[in-house]
């Protein structure tokens, strides 16, 4: 789509909001029903499987309707020559926005965002769908809601006549963000919900240490090998409940992780009952709330210099085998990357 047609179906294009190697997301009206409308469109020159992925994500979203998780209004249907989606607009900033320009989130905000993901988790799991890119820039906050985003490299783990999925593969593309994801994703082996829970952790572990839980190359039998960094020796004040809650959703090996993310989510109750937290969104709205004043520029500097978090990056998938699977060429956005996660990329690549 091009400048000068700033018209998708009936909706008016206002703004793009990001873009990626997949597509654009861009801001638009509903004239019809006088709302904004978030609308993802993918370029005409895709593949039979993009298209295949594109329409698994509208289904999904479709199906999986729930307060966590972002919302569908439209899709252009899989025989158009350009690809979108139309989905909920969610006012706010996601969690690498709020990194960038707050630091580090307290304990207690952290566990009440775990929280309200796994509640979009459960219910996604029902369905059998594993999110496989759940990343701080996939998480948005707005007025105390927190909203699972970007469905777009889901994987039904079972078949699903209500996802149209009748075949599941027995290998897996290696695909979705290094440093959020498990080994088992890494390396294009079988994956199911503790994979998710996996990134959760990661995701945590982030906002509340602006690092990432483990040392070292996150590649192959590299990683099997990494040591975990107990979050306190980032920030000695976060509790050992928080830090052996976070060492368990991440543990390198699926078994040794939460169950599922119901099991999680008691987890992270009785973590916020020991801070005497009962009202989850309460808690989130008035942290939001506090966070309007604008942060300077000299702040924002000093805060960007002591934060490893990940800017998006673009997807491009190559036919290559690393441990029996397809691989996924990860290249970067412009952006902070841990010099750690640049050299992990080479080295898987090489």
């Known amino acids: 789509m091009t400048r000068a047609h700033m018209q998708i179906d009936r909706y008016r294009i206002e703004r793009l909001l990001g873009e990626g190697g997949m597509g654009r997301v861009y801001l638009a009206t509903d004239p019809k029903l006088n709302r904004d409308v978030a609308i993802k469109v993918l370029g005409s020159n895709v593949d039979a499987r993009t298209r295949e992925r594109f329409e698994l994500e509208a289904r999904a979203i479709a199906v999986l309707k729930h307060p966590n998780i972002v919302e569908l209004y439209d899709y252009s249907g899989p025989s158009a020559n350009d690809l979108f989606l139309v989905l909920e607009y969610v006012p706010g900033r996601n969690l690498y926005e709020y990194l960038l320009e707050r630091g580090l989130l307290p304990e207690v905000v952290a566990l009440c965002i775990g929280h309200e993901l796994t509640l979009a988790l459960c219910h996604a799991h029902r369905f059998k769908v594993v999110h496989r890119d759940i990343k701080p820039e996939n998480v948005l906050l707005s007025r105390g809601r927190v909203v699972l985003a970007d469905f777009g490299i889901i994987k039904v783990i079972e078949a699903s006549e209500v996802l149209g999925v009748d075949d599941i593969a027995s290998q897996t593309q290696t695909i979705g963000t290094p440093g959020f994801m498990a080994p088992e994703q890494l390396e294009g082996r079988k ?11 990661a995701v945590l572990y982030n906002l509340a240490t602006g690092q990432l839980p483990y040392a070292g190359e996150a590649n192959g039998a590299s990683f099997r090998r990494s040591a975990f960094i107990d979050p306190c020796t980032h920030v000695p004040g976060l509790s050992n409940t928080f830090a052996s809650l976070l060492k368990r959703c991440v543990a390198l090996k699926s078994k040794d992780r939460f169950d599922d993310p119901h099991e999680l989510r008691v987890a992270l109750l009785d973590a916020l009952t020991e801070h005497g937290i009962t009202e989850v969104r309460k808690v989130l709205e008035e942290w939001e709330a506090d966070g309007t004043r604008p942060v300077t520029t000299s702040i924002a500097a000093r805060q960007v ?46």
Not at 191 to 198: E, G, M, S
Not at 317 to 343: K, R, W
């Open 191 to 201: 994956i199911d919900h503790r994979t998710d829970i996996f990134a959760v952790g």
């Open 305 to 350: 210099k002591t934060i490893a978090v990940l800017q998006p990056w673009t997807m491009g998938i190559i036919t290559g085998l690393f441990a029996g699977s397809v691989l996924t060429l990860i290249t970067m956005a412009s952006g902070l990357v841990p010099p750690a996660l640049t050299q992990l990329v080479a080295r898987v690549f090489r």
